[in-house]
């Protein structure tokens, strides 16, 4: 082996690396801070908490990036928009599930979205069997003894709905790629302001206003905006859409584990097997999206 095809394999390692740790990171955010928005329902309910959400992440990304400063076509400010409204109904469809459904089965029934997308575009074997992967451990981490009769149909539905918004979530958010991450997610959450602020204070009303409400919203909104947005922005430039679908698998063991350390949430054994499978199933997709890539290159001359 050469020494230039140690470093094509090296550079090819480390462009995967990176969005994979992106992501990771955005999921990890987003479900603490989903932890926490949860205890602001009884002041605000899930749409003024989902306004604070955006709002905030909005203000803080905007004045961290100043879109204005990179051009910007009319036609990739209407994939921003696309991007940023389906944002917000994402946010606020999933915040109303999650009135009425735990926090654990609200994620694994929303991410029926991009299971869904990750199925309809795989093109490998190898691409169904993390997926099925992802699949059992999905099924397994709603929680043991809760039938399908036993949970609010209402909520069901919020959560069907904001899956639906995450697979279209996922798709323009690729179609906006080619803008700059900042400036696309900035300019995306200041679109979602425009959806989730109306519906927020018609709901809220004055009490958004509360200082001490406000403290805690900033909060949310860094937590479960500002931060994984930017760093999903990353992902989604930089991994494949059906990779990017799957990866996502983890997000729901992930707000298993913060319901364990943020609302002291139990899991039973069941639900421990389930939170093994769904990390198998995106370590294993990174891992052969890693192989396929260096196996897409070029021989050496």
């Known amino acids: 082996m050469t020494a230039a095809t140690?470093?094509?394999?090296?550079?090819?390692?480390a462009s995967t690396l990176l969005p994979t740790l992106s992501l990771i990171g955005a999921m990890a955010s987003l479900c603490i801070g989903t932890s926490f928005a949860k205890s602001l329902f009884p002041e605000?309910?899930?749409?003024g908490t989902t306004a604070y959400r955006i709002v905030i992440g909005a203000i803080i990304l905007i004045?961290?990036?100043?879109?204005?400063?990179?051009?910007?076509?009319?036609?990739?400010?209407?994939?921003?928009?696309?991007?940023?409204?389906?944002?917000?109904?994402?946010?606020?469809?999933?915040?109303?599930?999650?009135?009425?459904?735990p926090l654990g089965v609200a994620i694994a029934?929303?991410?029926?979205?991009?299971?869904?997308?990750?199925?309809?575009?795989?093109?490998?074997?190898?691409?169904?069997?993390?997926?099925?992967?992802?699949?059992?451990?999905?099924?397994?981490?709603?929680?043991?003894?809760?039938?399908i009769h036993d949970l609010d149909p209402t909520g069901i539905a919020f959560a069907l709905a904001a899956a639906v918004c995450w697979a279209l979530y996922i798709?323009?958010?690729?179609?906006?790629?080619?803008?700059?991450?900042?400036?696309?997610?900035?300019?995306?959450?200041?679109a979602a302001t425009m959806v989730a602020l109306p519906v927020g204070a018609a709901?809220?009303?004055?009490?958004?206003?509360?200082?001490?409400?406000?403290?805690?919203?900033?909060?949310?909104?860094?937590?479960?905006?500002?931060?994984?947005?930017?760093?999903?922005?990353?992902?989604?430039?930089?991994?494949?859409?059906?990779t990017f679908g799957v990866l996502l698998s983890m997000e729901p063991a992930m707000g298993a584990l913060a319901g364990v350390i943020v609302l002291n949430e139990h899991l039973t054994l069941t639900q421990w097997l389930a939170i093994c499978g769904i990390i198998l199933a995106s370590a294993g997709c990174a891992a052969t999206a890693q192989r396929s890539r260096k196996a897409q290159m070029p021989a050496p001359d």
């Open 6 to 13: 140690l470093n094509t394999g090296q550079n090819a390692s």
């Open 203 to 242: 709901h809220a009303g004055m009490a958004l206003l509360d200082p001490k409400l406000i403290l805690a919203g900033i909060g949310v909104g860094i937590l479960s905006s500002a931060l994984p947005y930017s760093l999903e922005m990353v992902a989604l430039r930089r991994l494949p859409q059906k």
């Open 44 to 47: 605000v309910g899930a749409q």
């Open 109 to 147: 029934i929303e991410f029926t979205g991009p299971l869904t997308l990750a199925v309809v575009l795989s093109r490998r074997a190898i691409d169904f069997v993390w997926i099925a992967c992802a699949l059992a451990g999905l099924v397994l981490l709603i929680p043991t003894g809760q039938s």
């Open 63 to 101: 004045a961290f990036w100043r879109p204005w400063r990179f051009p910007l076509t009319k036609k990739n400010a209407a994939k921003i928009a696309l991007y940023g409204v389906t944002l917000a109904c994402m946010n606020l469809l999933f915040y109303m599930a999650l009135r009425t459904l």
């Open 171 to 190: 798709i323009f958010g690729k179609m906006a790629g080619n803008v700059h991450g900042g400036q696309a997610t900035s300019l995306g959450l200041l």
